[in-house]
């Protein structure tokens, strides 16, 4: 059975893989970002997207983990592989600098949902945290993938409550 402890021993006993990566999403951001901004700032900007929705699901993922570690499992942050925990969220950070600087966020396509997604995520982790601190899993082994549904669950009741709260119409129903 696969959980999220086994991927990050996988990656903490193969740490080139992912320093190839953290270090590849930023650099090649940069680079090409760079020089796509000389030829054409649309181009640039269609171009940025893609790593600064790479570096945000990173960095909320990463985040969400070493929360998780911190608030469920109680062990020092300071025990924690620096590669595995840390390096990515700085990775995530220098893309996100990069890809701004190749096109303005504000510019990039679908950059405003992402903002949607990091409150949907902060909010279901608060409802997991509350469901932990009153005993709610207490003594249940849960699957990674029943957990991800459950996230799933809270995010949609949470995106619909949003809609509700600033009035738009619900998602099956055009706006009129």
């Known amino acids: 059975m696969y959980s999220i402890d086994?991927?990050?021993?996988?990656l903490a006993r193969h740490p080139s893989l992912l320093l190839a990566y953290l270090a590849a999403l930023p650099a090649a951001t940069a680079v090409l970002g760079a020089a796509l901004k000389r030829i054409s700032p649309r181009a640039a900007a269609l171009f940025?997207?893609?790593p600064t929705h790479l570096a945000v699901l990173q960095g909320v993922s990463i985040l969400c983990v070493v929360l998780y570690t911190a608030f469920f499992l109680h062990?020092?942050?300071l025990a924690l592989n620096v590669v595995v925990y840390y390096l990515p969220l700085v990775s995530a950070g220098a893309a996100l600098?990069?890809?701004?600087?190749?096109a303005p966020f504000e510019a990039q396509p679908g950059f405003e949902r992402l903002s949607g997604l990091c409150l949907m995520a902060a909010?279901?982790?608060?409802?997991?945290?509350?469901?932990?601190?009153?005993h709610f899993f207490a003594g249940v082994f849960i699957p990674l993938a029943s957990l991800l549904g459950l996230f799933l669950a809270i995010?949609?009741?949470f995106h619909g409550a949003l809609r509700r709260v600033r009035g738009e119409p619900p998602a099956d129903q055009p706006p009129s």
Not at 6 to 10: I, Q
Not at 97 to 102: L, P
Not at 125 to 134: K, N, S, T, W
């Open 6 to 10: 086994s991927g990050l021993a996988f």
């Open 48 to 50: 940025a997207t893609f």
């Open 75 to 77: 062990k020092s942050l």
């Open 97 to 102: 600098a990069a890809s701004n600087y190749a």
């Open 123 to 134: 909010l279901a982790f608060g409802a997991f945290f509350v469901l932990d601190r009153l």
């Open 155 to 157: 995010s949609a009741v």
